[in-house]
């Protein structure tokens, strides 16, 4: 009998905490379904995602541990893509712990401790930053040429 679990999420600049999660997610049953959030429900939840819909699609169908993709367009759909997928497992890491516990009536709920110290929050901070010390450098290149050709 086949074991399917379902997770949701955005998955944004996919990155190993992601990829960890979903190879152990893919270890607890036979095959793994997951629910990316469109970017219409990521600014219902708040976040400005970077990468959009179909290419974050592209990369989750891409990673070996996940069997399909569907879009998550909203919170409350959950229980009925569970019965309707026959999902045996409901899992999520665990910055998420409680939170789906009313699901536990209709499928096992579980929560995985998340990767540390990587999210796409701080690959976006990252990133950032690293944009402004370049515009840094090329604002104190553009100084020096204005003094050189000052000084002609
Ligand atoms: N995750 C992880 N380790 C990280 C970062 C994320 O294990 N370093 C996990 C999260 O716990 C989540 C999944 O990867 O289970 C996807 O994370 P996000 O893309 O941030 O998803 P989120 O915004 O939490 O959306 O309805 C549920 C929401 O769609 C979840």
Redo the contacts with the bound molecule.
Sequence with gaps: MTKTVI??????MFHV??V??LKRLRALGDRLLVGC?TDEFNAL?G?RGVIPYEQRVEMLLACRYVDDVFP?HD?GQKRDDILHKKADIFA?????AGKFDDLGDITQVIYLP??PS???TELRRVSAALREEQLSELRNVLDHLNRVVKSL
């Design positions: 997770t949701y999420g955005t998955f944004d905490g992601h960890r999660l959030s939840k976040k998550e919170w999520m890491g665990d910055d998420w998340r990767t990587i999210s796409s």
